[in-house]
């Protein structure tokens, strides 16, 4: 887009030498979203009219495009990963269930409910005969009442709970004979032979048929192994099936997919052009300059704590107002001080004039009140000190103030120290516009 309105700018003779990409966008294209809504409200403003249509098309379009395709990107890259790995472990969980499977068959074992179970060896035939030597071991015939019944031992079944039953017919038989009854010996020879053989095949779990049987430690090595295997095949398989279930699922959301942003509104062109209102925006820059200019003064004034309000220095220092001086009228000075030294201060011979800060007519005031208090006693003396100790010890005690020379702190404190002092403050002499 600004590559047509720079061409385009430039074609109509308008200089584009400064114009980039960052100002082309904060001066001419607002994008908004609507507060509460998914609404994306776009708007440019140009100079030129034929620019505007083209520019919103393209950048609708471009927004449209742009929306979708990060999530398009992101299914895309999620399903060649996926067909990758579903790939690998497809070969590898067969790998895995082969191993497993020549593994049991090598050894006799098998699976059944999840746990592993013997491959259902007729124990009978085992026992029939020793582990070494070819000597029948003859039949138990096991009766009682004096019927015949065929011994459990012939029966197909949990090694461990033949082994339980030949030690139950053994304790039977030994409470009626002796252990030398042929009976007893056979139960005893085919308890030692299922016990052979249960330590040989990890509990009847092994079935080694043509072969010779396991220790005890090499059955149980080849049972844990058996389990590592039965546990490595059984993970590639879950996360074959977990993987082939997320192709599916991105498959799916790939097929759902669909256009995220959609242009409800086609671009259009106001029939009145945008222009700055002069008389709205002097309005408000002298509104805000005002509102801004009285706040930075109040925080000013806050800050500096000078005390410029009559009203608050008054507060402050609550003395009599004697008189008050303008420093425009200084020809007036002199009548004011001399009904001052008339009235007021008649009488006293040294007065102590003390500044509530640092007045610049300072000086000017006290030679003048000096002067209208010697026409009427010659040896009438005026005191200009901040040392209360010395102002106490002249006959009458006079403030000078002015707005703006001292600071609430140093009026707050003056008050407290005269307060210390104990002596009376014949009033206060004010410069009203003193800077």
């Known amino acids: 887009?600004?590559?047509?309105?720079?061409?385009?700018?430039?074609?109509?003779?308008?200089?584009?030498?400064?114009?980039?990409?960052?100002?082309?966008?904060?001066?001419?294209?607002?994008?908004?979203?609507?507060?509460?809504?998914?609404?994306?409200?776009?708007?440019?403003?140009?100079?030129?009219?034929?620019?505007?249509?083209?520019?919103?098309?393209?950048?609708?379009?471009?927004?449209?495009?742009?929306?979708?395709?990060?999530?398009?990107?992101?299914?895309?890259?999620?399903?060649?990963?996926?067909?990758?790995?579903?790939?690998?472990?497809?070969?590898?969980?067969?790998?895995?269930?082969?191993?497993?499977?020549?593994?049991?068959?090598?050894?006799?074992?098998?699976?059944q409910g999840g746990s592993i179970a013997s491959t259902?060896?007729?124990?009978?035939k085992l026992l029939s005969s020793t582990a070494k030597g070819g000597n029948q071991v003859p039949a138990v015939n096991i009766s009682g009442g004096g019927s015949n019944a065929s011994s459990s031992l012939n029966a197909q079944g949990d090694p461990l709970g033949q082994l339980a039953a030949i030690n139950q017919e053994l304790i039977r038989r030994q409470q009626q004979f002796t252990n030398r009854d042929p009976s007893i010996k056979a139960l005893q020879r085919e308890r030692d032979a299922m016990r052979r053989y249960i330590e040989s095949t990890a509990g009847g779990n092994l079935a080694l048929p043509g072969q010779q049987p396991l220790s005890k430690d090499q059955a149980q090595e080849v049972l844990v192994r058996y389990q590592e295997l039965e546990r490595i095949a059984k993970r590639d398989n879950a996360t074959l099936d977990s993987l082939e279930n997320t192709l599916l699922s991105l498959q799916l959301e790939q097929a759902r997919a669909t256009q995220p942003w959609e242009l409800i509104s086609t671009p259009s062109v106001l029939e009145r052009?945008?222009?700055?209102?002069?008389?709205?925006?002097?309005?408000?820059?002298?509104?805000?300059?005002?509102?801004?200019?009285?706040?930075?003064?109040?925080?000013?004034?806050?800050?500096?704590?000078?005390?410029?309000?009559?009203?608050?220095?008054?507060?402050?220092?609550?003395?009599?107002?004697?008189?008050?001086?303008?420093?425009?009228?200084?020809?007036?000075?002199?009548?004011?001080?001399?009904?001052?030294?008339?009235?007021?201060?008649?009488?006293?011979?040294?007065?102590?004039?003390?500044?509530?800060?640092?007045?610049?007519?300072?000086?000017?005031?006290?030679?003048?009140?000096?002067?209208?208090?010697?026409?009427?006693?010659?040896?009438?003396?005026?005191?200009?000190?901040s040392d209360l100790a010395a102002a106490a010890r002249c006959n009458a005690q006079l403030l000078l103030a002015a707005p703006g020379a001292a600071s609430r702190h140093a009026l707050a404190q003056l008050q407290q120290n005269l307060q210390l002092q104990g002596r009376p403050v014949a009033g206060l002499l004010l410069i009203s516009n003193a800077a």
């Open 120 to 124: 259902g060896i007729d124990v009978s």
């Open 273 to 385: 052009p945008v222009s700055p209102k002069p008389a709205r925006n002097l309005a408000l820059g002298l509104l805000a300059g005002l509102v801004l200019g009285s706040g930075g003064a109040l925080v000013a004034d806050r800050r500096s704590g000078q005390v410029f309000a009559l009203d608050e220095l008054r507060q402050l220092l609550p003395y009599p107002l004697l008189a008050t001086l303008e420093p425009a009228e200084p020809q007036a000075w002199p009548a004011t001080l001399a009904l001052l030294a008339q009235g007021p201060l008649a009488g006293a011979v040294q007065v102590a004039l003390v500044p509530a800060g640092a007045p610049a007519e300072a000086s000017d005031v006290t030679q003048l009140l000096q002067s209208a208090l010697q026409a009427a006693d010659h040896a009438a003396q005026v005191l200009l000190t």
């Open 1 to 111: 887009m600004f590559d047509l309105v720079k061409t385009s700018k430039a074609q109509a003779g308008e200089p584009t030498g400064k114009l980039t990409f960052p100002k082309w966008v904060k001066d001419n294209l607002k994008v908004k979203l609507e507060k509460g809504t998914s609404v994306l409200n776009i708007s440019y403003q140009d100079t030129e009219r034929p620019l505007v249509l083209p520019v919103l098309q393209r950048i609708s379009l471009a927004y449209q495009d742009y929306s979708g395709r990060d999530r398009r990107k992101s299914i895309q890259n999620g399903l060649t990963y996926a067909r990758e790995q579903v790939s690998r472990y497809r070969q590898q969980a067969a790998a895995s269930s082969r191993a497993r499977d020549t593994y049991a068959v090598r050894y006799g074992i098998s699976s």
